[in-house]
T-cell receptor, first 110, second 114 residues
């Protein structure tokens, strides 16, 4: 069964430190993967998607099929990056439902 | 505001009562999704529509839950005979159907069943 695992519930770093939020998945085939973010008191919103290969707000994510991972990285964390981050994948790549991980809370301290 | 909207934002009800939530998607989006999120968990898929057709329902969606999208625009999610375990945030999202598009989420309806 398709599954998304985010092993860390909370990640706390200091401003300017590198950040890596882990995401592992189980999926047969070539997955489309997403990172969604939820800032305090705001709605869930897309941060980036694998297929776009973009860097958004300094974040990047590389799909590693060998390790079945899609870790989110940023070289220098900012306080405004503090939020809940969710990794997600559509199990059928047909534009249907998303399966989300449990989420990682990122706390960036000054 | 042209984003996804949900109403009400908060609902407190007593066990056994029926509740109904409404979602208005982004106007040109033909797909509409419902998710449920409990504390400390990511959103869990409940059901989704393409236009007015309900294409998939999760096994999480018991017989007490029903969703409609009668004219392919707004959608309603009804929970009958609510239970305390139904307490959660109910999220709605919409997207373009093809190619598989980004899902845009509403602010959610927080339900508390006493």
């Amino acid at each position: 069964a398709q599954r998304v695992t985010q092993p860390e519930k909370l990640l706390s770093v200091f401003k300017g430190a590198p950040v890596e939020l882990k995401c592992n998945y189980s999926y047969s085939g070539s997955p489309e993967l997403f990172w969604y973010v939820q800032y305090s008191r705001q709605r869930l919103q897309l941060l980036l998607r694998h297929i776009s290969r973009e860097s958004i707000k300094g974040f990047t994510a590389d799909l590693n099929k060998g390790e079945t991972s899609f870790h989110l990285k940023k070289p220098f964390a900012q306080e405004e990056d503090s939020a809940m981050y969710y990794c997600a994948l559509p199990p059928d790549n047909q534009g249907g439902k998303l399966i989300f991980g449990q989420g990682t809370e990122l706390s960036v301290k000054p | 505001d042209t984003g996804v909207s949900q109403d009400p934002r908060h609902k407190i009800t007593k066990r056994g009562q029926n509740v109904t939530f409404r979602c208005d998607p982004i106007s040109e989006h033909n797909r509409l999704y419902w998710y449920r999120q409990t504390l400390g968990q990511g959103p869990e898929f409940l059901t989704y529509f393409q236009n007015e057709a309900q294409l998939e329902k999760s096994r999480l969606l018991s017989d007490r839950f029903s969703a409609e999208r009668p004219k392919g625009s707004f959608s309603t999610l009804e929970i009958q005979r609510t239970e305390q375990g139904d307490s959660a945030m109910y999220l709605c999202a919409s997207s373009l159907g093809f190619p598989p598009g980004t899902q845009y989420f509403g602010p959610g309806t927080r339900l508390l069943v006493l």
